[in-house]
């Protein structure tokens, strides 16, 4: 490769790792984030069997020991609460599913050039660029990651024979199987990645060949699925967990392919890219194999889509955080016509056809993501909430701290509402502070104050329109509380 080109994909490269390290810089802890935080720091004995082994009461429904309560107990030992440090650990994950997407394009014949386009597009897709600074989404990053792995040491096996490589792919699924329990799917993405890694295979012998070397993980599975769901203890789960059937599935399907793509004009774009690329190899009489290739294994991304996609589109509303799994399989599909087309144009020109494979790359990161985090880190508030809190005077443990807003220079109900779902209604204190008694509430001063609102010994913040919060001062507490309030300051 010239020299010139190499620092071109390493821009490209660059240009989504620096501005997420930048933004991991930048924000904090949130939601879910807290709940686990203070799990993690309780005083009673942790024990590893309660963790992996939770055969009586479960510290939530789920069994994801590996991407969850393990994350957060390493990450709090190590970084404290310095989220910088658990983010760090999500992005090293993530750009290292981009090192598997990319070999496992070069294993289904994708060209050196277009391997690494597909691997860049897969880690600079916007859920992942917009959800990763959770550490609550931990297990999906982890996940992927692991699957990728497992599907990739199975090609390696199935063309080479390989014990090792069988022995890390099944490793890697278990793995992954304890960060999430969608994995239990990963023998069938092993079955079906396999029609577009033996490509000169007719597709029934390949997936027969594939089925039965599967048939190790396909036991591990087994395994897994009695021991989770009929020896752990049953949880109920609550309605926005629970998947069912109906007119749904279809729209959070389409809801999350659309933000893999940025958006219906990203889908579009690609959609008519691969048809462009399409009619010109046909017009070049050069469709042939290649294309036979192209289709075989966009079939392939297709399923492997649906296969992904499918668990969290039968959940009652969809999130953004469900279509990061996606971003594997759809990167490899705009790869897969991306290198049909690098190809064709690479015969004459290669230079100049991979000099535009880059920069459609480049193109196609998401800058306005990635610039609107930098400009406003959702989790700032929190972090600025907290540090009033710890610089008010005379702090005692049982100190109730209310946030008020719904009057005139605060926030309203909704812009309120943003702080509180970031805060877990309230659980930043106990996270911060587990030795202490501290409470966080709410108030909006365009209610009727409940009694529980009014405590002596109660301190004060103002929260604004742009989320910053200060102590209430003496004018707004007469104006705004019930006479005798100002006392209990």
Known sequence: MPVLLRWIWILAALLVVIPCAWIASLEWFSRDDFAFLVHVQRTDPWLWSDVFLPLEQRFWPFYRPLGMETYFWAGFRVFGLHAAGFFAVSLAVHFGSGVLVHRIARQWGFAAPSALAAALLSVSRPPTLSEIYYGSVFHYVASRFFALAALALFQRDLRGGSPLARAGSCAALLLALLCNE??????????????????????????????????????????????????????????????????????????????????????????????????????????????????????????????????????????????????????????????????????????????GLAALVIAAIPYGTLASRLAQPVAWPLLRLLEVVEALPDLRDDTRVTVLYGAPGLADAKRAQELRYLAYNGAVLPAAHPESQMSLRFHDLAQRPPRAAIRPGTRYLALRDDLGVAPADAALLRRELPRGMEDSR
């Not at 039965?212 to 769901?229: I, K, N, S, T």
């Not at 109906?246 to 990203?266: M, S």
């Not at 992904?308 to 009652?316: I, N, S, V, Y």
């Open 182 to 355: 969608v994995n239990a799917t990963i023998p069938l993405l092993l079955v079906l990645g396999t029609v577009a890694a033996l490509p000169r295979e007719p597709v029934v012998p390949a997936t027969l060949r594939a089925a039965r070397r599967a048939l190790p993980q396909l036991v591990l599975v087994g395994a897994y699925l009695v021991f989770r769901f009929v020896l752990l203890a049953p949880s109920e789960l609550r309605e926005i967990h629970t998947p069912t059937f109906g007119i749904h599935v279809a729209r959070n399907a389409w809801v999350e392919i659309n933000a893999v793509f940025g958006g219906p004009g990203g889908l579009a774009v690609a959609g008519l890219g691969a048809l462009a690329i399409g009619l010109w190899l046909h017009r070049a009489g050069r469709f042939g194999s290649d294309g036979m290739r192209a289709l075989r294994t966009t079939g392939v991304c297709i399923g492997w889509l649906a296969l992904a996609g499918a668990p969290f589109a039968m959940l009652p509303f969809p999130q953004l955080r469900y279509a990061m799994l996606l971003e594997p399989p759809a990167s490899l599909l705009v790869g897969v016509w991306l290198d049909a087309g690098f190809r064709r144009a690479a015969s004459r020109r290669p230079r100049a056809a991979e000099l």
